[in-house]
């Protein structure tokens, strides 16, 4: 087991996330010094649910950094589709590789696979958890667009309780000092209670509103979620909330002139395609910091002996996770690790309540 595993951004020091974005910076300004940096690496890329930007920046930064990539992003053209479990999977891979990236539909993945991995696990995204390279992403564009990542008004719209991206954004740009946010969703789909819990935690000002118009009106940066139809329980559930939220001209007339629009991608209807040609709309630029982002991060976990992320203190619990969505209902080897947070049992994995 390594201690340079990507799983959850609060493993990240504020002094680590700046000196990713200080290196980020330093690679985009002079790429060709970094063309050999991962000579003779391999990352592999263990892609179990749908990507294209994800999946594919991180391909693109070890090949800009002259390393090679292995991997599947349909796992049923591997051995999972004859059974083969999670560990036993990434036994075999991490001795095939330097580094590996992971995408899974099931919360809590990235961590299992970071207890049976040799080589540093980065989490890509597990179910609606967490998705912490794609905040470092959001988190390199607002350096380079915004010049700081402090004092910011912050308003996330959409699908706030199953968008992972909103999590670990908040979570991240909770840790900046006075950092606002306006979080702007249906009741439904409003974030879960453990992100107002850090929000408070480290006296961030929220404020919760259902009307994009408004609350657009003093933002420096609008983030716009598409609603995560394949995480809905029924299609029904799911009409009822799309298009709630559509940005269109109307509406960012209301805004400053320099507010940014970032969206993690894919887009589905939420920014109508008017909106691509203004120049406050930064998610395809957005993408390509993403990449920059993700070359800085893989030349840190591989290069960097400082660079080593902060683990959290777990026991095993008397208890089994209840979430259903959880990684321990479907990988029943693992350890019933558990942390402690206000007296309460959380699983390690996906961060519910235990007990
Ligand atoms: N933002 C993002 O995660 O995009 P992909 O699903 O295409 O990787």
Redesign the pocket.
Known sequence: MTNKNLIDLEAMSVKQIDKLVKKAKKIMQSPADYRHACDGKILATLFYEP?????MSFQTAMLKLGGRTIGFDNPMNSSVAKGENLKDTIAVISGYSDIIAIRHPTEGTAMAASLYSEVPVINC?DGGHL?PT?TLTDIVTLSCEKGRLDHLKIGVCGDLLNGR?VHSLIKALSKYEGNSFVLISTPELSVPIYIIDILEKNHCRYEISNSLAEAVKDLDMLYMTRIQRERFGSEEDYQAQKDVFVLDKEKLSNAREDMIILH???RVNEITVEIDDDPRALYFKQAQYGMFGRMALILLLLQDEDFVLNERDTFVSEHHCKNARCITQSEDYLPRRSYEKLGMQMCDFCDKRMD
């Open positions: 990507s294209t930007r994800t999946q995204g998705h794609q991206t993690p991608l894919p």
